[in-house]
């Protein structure tokens, strides 16, 4: 792989986390889940989700109750590519819940992102956090 098509699936795998985050800021559940592949598991605090609508029913459950109106700030700590079509990106998060401005001091998560090429989009088909 060149480093010309290494930069771009970078950015590519990039705007997956930065549009999921925008569907997150939008309590949007539907758009949450769209990059996500169909046989998706996330791993969130001890609950394991297994498809992209059991996500999806997780996600707007949240939105509906503690998550709503809530944002993410989310910094991206390694993308790296182990294999064509697949990325593994190292994230450090946490949720800035409604009308505050910053994430509480004990409430970042680092999480671990695998995605894989399908068609030509990359989507996110594993999940998982723990507190940092």
């Keep these: 792989m060149t480093d010309t098509a290494v930069q771009t699936d970078r950015e590519a795998v990039l705007d997956v986390l930065t549009n999921l985050y925008r569907a997150w800021a939008a309590n949007d559940a539907d758009a949450f889940v769209a990059d996500y592949d169909p046989d998706a598991t996330t791993v969130v605090r001890g609950v394991v989700n297994v498809g992209r609508e059991a996500v999806r029913t997780s996600m707007a459950a949240g939105f509906a109750g503690p ?27 946490a949720v800035v819940s409604a009308g505050q401005t910053e994430p509480p001091a004990d409430g970042w998560i680092v999480a671990t992102w695998a995605l894989i090429q399908r068609d030509g989009r990359w989507l996110v088909t594993s999940y998982h956090n723990c507190p940092a």
């Design 67 to 93: 998550l709503r109106d809530s944002r993410t700030v989310d910094e991206p700590q390694s993308v790296r590519f182990p294999a064509p079509g697949t990325a593994i990106v190292v994230s450090r998060s």
